[in-house]
């Protein structure tokens, strides 16, 4: 897969941290795409690039290389798609961590996962896969996608939707009439270095169809690579240091976040629950699939 297009310097207007809190102008190079091949095709392609790779082009590489913070940033990602990007962000001692290694393809967060739980059910499936905001929706090779999904259906009770063609996702399920809420099963996986990552939403906001609302586990299959997308960062702040080599995650809601503090996110949502318990509770959103797209942010790829 690639993307290809015209290179733009511009400059971003960043305001520090501190309590100064100075105004940075830190010059950057953009990218413009026009060309799309691979993925990119059968999804969302992007008409624009925010490099956030390791490679020498990337924003974090040229705010590090000009001495204007450490070679690190972080994402959050809260639940009603709303977040935010801090440059120079080494994370905090709370944090849970795994070491990451470059993709020698691409440059890449390249990090490796050795068990997955969904409620009471545990596979010892290991598997190299591409920690990347800029991917809206996670994809999994088989086993990891057939563990998952089968396991996700078989312990969920709405009556699964049948195959529509309008929708990218295999498993969804119809909500009943006057249905505001769903129980889905408590799904984490084990990061290398034992570390649990949990799943804070792993469903995606429920569509409208002809027949009412369905809800969908939001995982697309692969057949080559494994990406851990945006929507499995959500109620995160995701740290990527690049000089330890190392991404952290902490739970956070994304608005009460001060001098990169974090407060956990709602219980309903906990990612510290117990990976014995059966379910969590959703609320169903009931807005169009459309509106749950974010800005995407694409940090693998090198700009052409």
Not at 200 to 213: C, E, L, S, W
Request: glycine share 8%; hydrophobic share 35%; aromatic share 10%.
């Amino acid at each position: 897969m690639s993307s290809s297009g015209i290179l733009v310097e511009d400059v971003l207007h960043l305001i520090t941290d501190d309590d100064q809190s100075k105004v940075v102008d830190a010059p950057i190079t953009l990218g413009c795409g026009k060309n799309e091949t691979g993925i990119f095709l059968s999804g969302y392609a992007p008409n624009g690039l925010l490099g956030l790779g390791t490679d020498d082009l990337s924003v974090p590489s040229i705010l590090a290389s000009k001495g204007l913070g450490p070679n690190s940033f972080s994402m959050c990602f809260g639940s009603d798609g709303i977040g935010g990007i801090n440059f120079g962000d080494n994370g905090t001692s709370e944090q849970k961590e795994t070491p990451f290694i470059v993709s020698h393809t691409y440059p890449t967060y390249l990090i490796n996962i050795t068990q997955i739980n969904v409620g009471v059910n545990v596979s010892k499936i290991e598997f190299s896969a591409i920690f990347d905001s800029g991917t809206s929706f996670t994809h999994l090779t088989d086993p990891a996608y057939t563990f998952i999904s089968e396991t996700f259906n078989s312990q969920v009770t709405e009556k699964r939707h049948s195959s529509d063609s309008q929708i990218a996702f295999e498993y969804c399920y119809d909500l009943s009439a006057n249905q505001t809420s769903y129980m889905t099963p408590i799904m984490n996986l084990t990061m290398k270095g034992g570390e649990q990552y949990f799943l804070t939403n792993p469903t995606t906001d429920v569509f409208f169809t002809k027949g009412g609302y369905v809800y969908c586990l939001a995982l697309l299959k692969s057949t080559d690579i494994n990406i851990i997308g945006q929507n499995f960062m959500t109620g995160y702040r995701i740290v990527f240091n690049r000089d330890k080599m190392i991404i952290g995650w902490k739970p956070s809601n994304c608005f009460d976040d001060s001098n990169l503090n974090t407060s956990p996110i709602s219980p309903s949502h906990s990612p510290t629950a117990s990976p014995s318990s059966p379910s969590l509770s959703h609320a169903p959103k009931l807005k169009a699939f459309t509106c749950t797209i974010m800005m995407i942010f694409v940090s693998f790829l090198a700009i052409v």
